[in-house]
């Protein structure tokens, strides 16, 4: 498997001089195999989306908050004609992935529907475990206010998880050590400190300090900080990732690519 990180901003896009070197993007992954690109989230990372020549392309969404969707109207493979996407979503609030998207992008919000772009896009429920051409995908619920799915990929004995949006707290955490045993690569939400977290209880997200527990309980094999917190600029994130980096660990930036 090869994964391409796409976007690690959480919350919203940020742009200027003190962001280029993490990016300044939200939440997009792509983890592609021979034949399949699949892409966890389309935040406005996924408008950064490489030449995937003809795979099969399929939107896996770990849950419907803006950062997680913004950059769906520019995916550039949505304006190709002859192009197919997979998009699979579960219910929110009893919106199905077609009714979530069409709330989201569409008038007096955005100018026309996602049905209205060139490509064939095919809203689907997610089921899981489900079956991606060679990829295995399996989820389990996420801590996170209105939910969120922490997926796990694996193709020929590997696998990754990715556990955005997610706030630690110890049943889940536990839970999630299990879904994430020996796992060759790990991608935990980070987008508070320590200190930041006193006040922001019930926000969703986490610390870098409780990835490496859950590094250290699930034995996962390497570990990458996301969903960074857009009022960290570089400086702060670097001086952050001096501090937690190994040859094992380190925040992911835009751009990073892992091969599996
Ligand atoms: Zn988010
Ligand atoms: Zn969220």
């Avoid at 280029?20 to 195999?33: D, H, M, N, Q």
């Avoid at 408008?47 to 020549?53: L, R």
């Avoid at 969404?61 to 769906?72: E, R, Y």
């Avoid at 409780?210 to 570990?223: C, R, T, V």
């Amino acid at each position: 498997m090869k994964i391409t990180v796409l976007g690690v901003r959480g919350s919203i896009p940020v742009e200027g001089q003190e962001y280029l070197k993490f990016g300044g993007s939200t939440s997009c992954i792509l983890v592609e195999t021979e034949k399949e690109a699949i892409f966890i989230d389309a935040g406005t990372g996924i408008i950064n989306a490489p030449d995937i020549g003809d795979k099969n392309i399929t939107i896996l969404l770990t849950h419907p908050h803006l950062d997680h969707l913004l950059g769906l109207p520019f995916f550039p493979y949505i304006t190709q004609k002859n192009r197919h996407i997979d998009f699979y979503s579960k219910n929110f609030l009893g919106l199905n992935a077609s009714e979530i998207l069409n709330k989201l992008f569409g008038p007096p919000f955005w100018p026309c529907t996602l049905g209205d772009y060139p490509a064939d896009l095919k809203c689907l429920e997610l089921t899981l475990p489900l079956q991606i051409g060679d990829v295995s995908v399996e989820g389990i619920e996420s801590n996170h206010p209105g939910g969120s799915t922490i997926f796990k990929l694996s193709q020929g004995g590997k696998s990754v998880v990715c556990a955005t949006d997610y706030e630690y707290e110890e049943k889940s955490a536990a839970r999630l050590a299990e879904f994430a045993k020996g796992t060759d690569l790990l991608f935990m939400d980070a987008q508070y400190t320590e200190e930041e977290l006193a006040t922001r209880k019930g926000y969703g997200h986490s610390a870098v300090s409780q990835g490496l527990k859950i590094m250290q309980e699930s034995g996962a094999k390497n570990l990458r900080f996301v969903h960074h917190d857009p009022r960290h600029n570089d400086e702060f994130l670097t001086q952050l990732d001096k501090e937690v980096k190994s040859e094992t660990v380190s925040l992911a930036g835009r751009g990073e690519v892992i091969k599996l």
